[in-house]
């Protein structure tokens, strides 16, 4: 099912200008349950295996906090804000976050929150040093 998903919705798609970011951040005792490195490759990885961006094009960053509160808890979280460049669909989208999350479920079963949310951002908008 994964691989006909996968085919359907990433035909073609890999020639919009990728520059994918994904920021994790994560209650600092998830980076003692998994390095930094196996959590950042793990996101990495799942994203480059949906075939929506160009491998070289990913970036992922991680954020541990000392200080927090989850509904007035130190409970362990993870959330991953994905800011994608706009022209993907919401299926494309949808299957993202329903990866990067269910393989973060396998890695971390214990952890009750793990989120992600996916933004587009504007090509009209965007700059990098390269562009001016």
């Known amino acids: 099912m994964f691989l006909l998903f996968k085919s359907i919705f990433a035909t073609g798609t890999k020639k919009i200008e990728d520059m994918p970011h994904f920021v994790i951040d994560c209650s ?34 991680i954020n541990p906090y000392k200080h927090y509160t989850i509904g007035n ?22 299957f993202l976050s329903r990866r990067i999350i269910s393989e973060l479920k396998l890695m ?3 952890v009750t ?20």
């Not at 808890?73 to 299926?91: L, P």
């Not at 951002?121 to 001016?132: D, L, Q, R, S, W």
């Open 28 to 61: 600092e005792n998830i980076i003692n349950l998994k390095t930094p490195k196996e959590i950042i490759q793990k996101v990495y990885d799942t994203a480059e295996s949906t075939e929506l961006f160009d491998e070289g094009d990913i970036k992922v960053r």
């Open 73 to 94: 808890t130190n409970s362990d979280f993870i959330h991953i804000f994905a800011n994608i460049m706009e022209g993907r669909t919401k299926e494309q989208k949808s």
């Open 108 to 110: 971390f079963p214990d």
């Open 113 to 132: 929150i793990i989120s992600i949310n996916i933004r587009d951002f504007e090509k009209a908008t965007y700059c990098n040093k390269t562009m001016v």
